[in-house]
């Protein structure tokens, strides 16, 4: 088997602490939570002390100081575990990444502290009931009234949207500009005029916290301004390369984990007087998914590699997120088959490895955006080379 390096001894005792974590603050507890449709806030505040989150920011802003590879620890042990309540992914690798990326100096001082700490949970607001992937169209509006804006409209499935105090929040201030019209506003949720919708009940992923939000009439100053006006969509643009490689990442994760207790099923399983690992089907589909994971891996870690180096464009990312995403369903769904009627209980794992797996060939971009860009990247290479 390919031995991964990108690792060293720090990053793997980082790891143990992680899954320590794991299984003394959220496995105990995560059936719980799925009926409450929300995890609580005093597990952000653990996962804080522990050390789990925004493992990147800077030490002048609260945070470690850590390389990507800390986070991605936290990203990896997460997917493995298979509990998708707290929404560690968005706060860290997106909201704080746009805070650390572009926010002001006062908003970075401000901010990144709490979210280190798990005082300030993030969540990213761009999605709306007519604007998914097309983000240049959204219609939330912000209009300027002297030294603030004032902000109407609505965004959906909002994942952290019932517990976040930070909002990443996508608008437009010149609705006739396009992409050039929209501007990101950082919004403390704790403002007049902000409101939460109702919390989402999903196909999967049911222990995260998932809403509608809406903006009436709310007044946030000109300095909540993340960026230059009008540069949102550019700033975005910049970001997609990473939001679709930690989905890469989740999804390699994902099929390790499910291959591996499917084994360990199947081998202990009798049918027919026999374990079901002894029947030739068995062996082959399972050798099948296993190559695809191991070559999903290689690829990812690749990415990882790349975006260190400030490389990973978004073709790659692309790539990645589409590749991964399909192999990752393919994985749950065939071995979900392997465990039979089990395999549609709730109790068991690939369940709801099942359920949550849907999502990745939507979130961070859909199957069919990826195409599009990987579409269009060979033929604009191929105008380049022969002009």
């Avoid at 088997?1 to 794991?22: C, D, P, S, Y």
């Avoid at 003394?24 to 939570?33: G, S, V």
Wanted: aromatic share 10%; proline share 2%; charged share 25%.
């Amino acid at each position: 088997m390919i031995a991964r390096t990108l690792f060293n001894e720090e990053h793997e005792m980082f790891r143990q602490t992680v899954r320590k974590f794991i299984e003394r603050e959220i496995a105990p507890y995560h059936y719980q939570w799925e009926q409450d449709g929300i995890v609580p806030r005093e597990l952000w505040l653990k996962a804080g002390e522990a050390g789990l989150l925004c493992c990147t920011i800077p030490e002048e802003y609260g945070g470690l100081g850590l390389d990507y590879l800390f986070d991605v620890v936290v990203f990896e042990e997460m997917a493995k575990s298979g509990f998708t309540g707290p929404g560690f992914l968005i706060h860290c690798d997106l909201v704080a990444t746009y805070v650390k990326s572009f926010g002001s100096e006062e908003q970075k001082r401000f901010w990144l502290p709490k979210m280190v700490k798990g005082e300030a949970i993030g969540a990213l607001g761009m999605t709306e009931p007519h604007a998914g992937s097309d983000l240049k169209n959204i219609r939330t509006r912000a209009v300027r009234d002297g030294d603030d804006f004032v902000i109407n409209g609505q965004k959906v499935f909002i994942s952290n949207g019932q517990m976040c105090d930070v909002l990443v929040l996508a608008t437009k201030t010149n609705s006739d500009a396009g992409a050039k019209g929209v501007t990101l506003f950082l919004v403390d949720t704790g403002l007049p005029g902000f409101k939460r919708g109702k919390n989402l009940d999903k196909l999967g992923m049911k222990a995260q916290d998932t809403s509608e939000l809406f903006f009436d009439d709310l007044l946030v100053p000109a300095s909540s301004m993340l960026g230059e006006e009008g540069q949102g969509f550019a700033l975005m643009m910049t970001k997609l390369a990473q939001e679709r490689l930690a989905q890469a990442i989740r999804s390699a994760a994902v099929a390790e984990e499910v291959i591996g207790y499917t084994v360990e099923y199947t081998a202990d399983r009798k049918a027919f007087g026999k374990s079901i690992a002894d029947f030739q089907n068995t062996q082959f589909k399972l050798a099948e998914l296993k190559t695809e994971a191991v070559l999903g891996r290689v690829f990812t870690d690749r990415c990882i590699e790349l975006f260190m180096k400030g490389e990973l464009d978004a073709v790659d990312a692309a790539m990645a997120k589409m590749w991964l995403s399909n192999m990752h369903c393919k994985v749950v769904d065939e071995c979900l088959q392997l465990f039979g009627g089990w395999g549609y209980m709730w109790e068991y794992p690939i369940s709801r490895a099942y359920a949550d797996a849907r999502i990745v060939k939507i979130a961070g971009g859909s199957i069919e955006i990826m195409k599009v860009i990987i579409g269009r990247s060979l033929f604009d290479q191929f105008r380049r080379n022969n002009l």
